[in-house]
């Protein structure tokens, strides 16, 4: 059965750094591109960024909101991907969910919540 | 960025009833490979986004087979052939033909 799980999340300052884990199991975590969905309190699904599998070198994509100082990384002998959030800004709070592309992000962990408040 | 247009935004139906969402994307979700990366997600409340259809009419494991997808281009439909309280949520379609990926504002799905 595959198993997504957020963690990191939390209360942080304005301008300050979080880094988000997603701890996968069930697959071979590797092979797979996974990808970072937010969701602000009340708000809709906001697409935040993706990194590819082994096979292409793990290259990234992200949003433009986040460009620059979002970085999507992974450790594959882990199974973990990683989102490091840095120069976090008010509007950068929203549950954050990891999910697993296959050609679409069928697999979705619980999410944790980024709260960026003063 | 391909904006995408769901309506309506909110659909009161009655137990039992049919329901429809429309997507309209801003340009053509057709990727070069051939295939249309269009999805629909249903959210419901306080629960993480669950896949529903993929590739426009392709239903994910498990999902009832009331649920169906169909479109074409840049016009996409979701439709519940009878709806259940469980289907009591925001749906949403979402396009991963193109970078940045985007997803639709949600519909509510409610019961009369």
């Known amino acids: 059965e595959v198993q997504l799980v957020e963690s990191g999340g939390g209360l942080v300052q304005p301008g300050r750094s979080l880094r988000l884990s997603c701890t996968a199991s069930g697959f071979t975590f590797g092979v797979y591109a996974m990808s970072w969905v937010r969701q602000a309190p009340g708000k809709g699904l906001e697409w935040v960024g993706f990194?590819?599998?082994?096979?292409?070198?793990?290259?990234?994509e992200y949003a433009a909101s986040v460009k620059g100082r979002f970085t999507i990384s992974r450790d594959d002998s882990k199974s973990i991907a990683y989102l490091q959030m840095n120069s976090l800004r008010t509007e950068d709070t929203a549950v954050y969910y990891c999910?697993?592309?296959?050609?679409?992000?069928?697999?979705w962990g619980q999410g944790t919540l980024v709260t960026v408040s003063s | 960025d391909i904006v995408m247009t769901q309506t309506p935004l909110s659909s009161p139906v009655t137990l039992g009833q049919p329901a429809s969402i429309s997507c309209r994307s801003s340009?053509?979700?057709?990727?070069?490979?051939?295939?249309?990366?269009l999805s629909w997600l249903q959210q419901r409340p306080g629960q993480p986004p669950r896949l529903l259809i993929y590739k426009i009419s392709n239903r994910f494991s498990g999902v009832p087979d009331r649920f169906s997808g169909s479109g074409a281009g840049t016009d996409f439909t979701l439709k519940i052939t009878r709806v259940e309280a469980e289907d009591v949520g925001v749906y949403y379609c979402m396009q991963a033909t193109q970078f940045p990926w985007t997803f639709g504002q949600g519909t509510k799905v409610e019961i009369k």
């Open positions: 990194i590819r599998g082994k096979a292409y070198d793990g290259t990234t």
């Open positions: 999910s697993r592309y296959v050609g679409y992000l069928g697999d």
């Open positions: 340009q053509s979700l057709v990727h070069s490979d051939g295939d249309t990366y």
